[in-house]
Each structure stands twice: as structure tokens, then as C-alpha cells.
């Protein structure tokens, strides 16, 4: 029994479904992000193209992860972010861009996102390494 409990410990956080929003306005990273993802574990719920879709699809998919890209068509990505811990929402908010992290400064912090990974850096482990 103890053996058991310390190899579902050691385990990766994602070996338990995570499911995931994907919010970018471009079709092909959604779709890149989606395969990726789901091919590492993860249980894509949804996909928006722009801040309004993603909070609405954020209160109706309840996801335990939004990938959020900070550069959208209406509301960024870092208001977006904030938004959602504003209204109460659980989910664990990563931003992501093609720029680095650093570009944006106390930006990420201040919105209330866990973290930042690079678009060229996404990967399960990358999320997983971000989420409590």
C-alpha cells in the first residue's frame, strides 16, 4: 500500500486529467497548442479566439488551465487573466506569447497568472512545472 501511494505521488500532475482552455487569436497555434497538449494527457475542453469568447468559455468549461495568449484582438490577455480571478474562477491561468517573459515585465504577476511559458517552450512539463 505505501508503495503505491508513493509511486501516484511521484507521478506527473497532469496523469490526472487536467483540462485545459486554449485562448489565441490564431487558428494554427490552437491547434498546434490542442495536439500537444492532448498528446501529453490533457483534456482540451475548449478553444476562444479573443478575451470576451475565453471568459465566457472560462465560466461556461470551468477548465482547470486557460493558456492564455497575452496579445489578443479586444481585451489582452493580462486583463483577460485578471478578470477571471476577479469573477472567482478556479482555473489556473498561464499567459504565453512568442515574445519572452521578460518583455512584459510585473505584468504577468500583477494579472494573477501563475506563470509564463514561451510559445516556443510549450509542453506538458512546462505547464505541469506551473500549476500548484
Known amino acids: ?6 509511486e501516484r505521488s511521484a507521478s506527473c500532475h497532469h496523469a490526472e486529467v487536467t483540462t485545459v482552455l486554449i485562448v489565441d487569436d ?5 491547434a498546434s497548442a490542442r495536439a500537444l497538449l492532448q ?3 490533457f483534456e482540451v475542453v475548449g478553444e476562444a479566439e479573443d478575451g470576451e469568447s475565453a471568459l465566457v468559455a472560462a465560466r461556461e468549461l470551468d ?20 478578470r477571471l480571478k476577479g469573477s472567482g474562477s478556479t482555473a489556473n491561468v498561464v499567459l ?3 515574445r519572452e517573459g521578460c518583455d512584459f515585465g510585473a505584468r504577468i504577476a500583477d494579472s494573477g497568472a501563475r506563470g509564463f511559458v514561451t510559445k516556443a517552450e510549450l509542453s506538458g512539463a512546462a505547464l505541469v512545472a506551473l500549476l500548484p
Not at 1 to 6: L, W
Not at 68 to 80: A, C, K, Y
Open 26 to 30: 490564431h487558428p494554427s497555434f490552437r
Open 1 to 6: 500500500m505505501e508503495n503505491r501511494i508513493a
Open 63 to 82: 477548465p482547470e488551465l486557460v493558456l492564455l495568449d497575452v496579445q489578443l484582438p479586444d481585451i489582452d490577455g493580462f486583463e483577460v487573466a485578471s
Open 39 to 41: 498528446a501529453e494527457g
Open 96 to 98: 504565453t506569447s512568442s
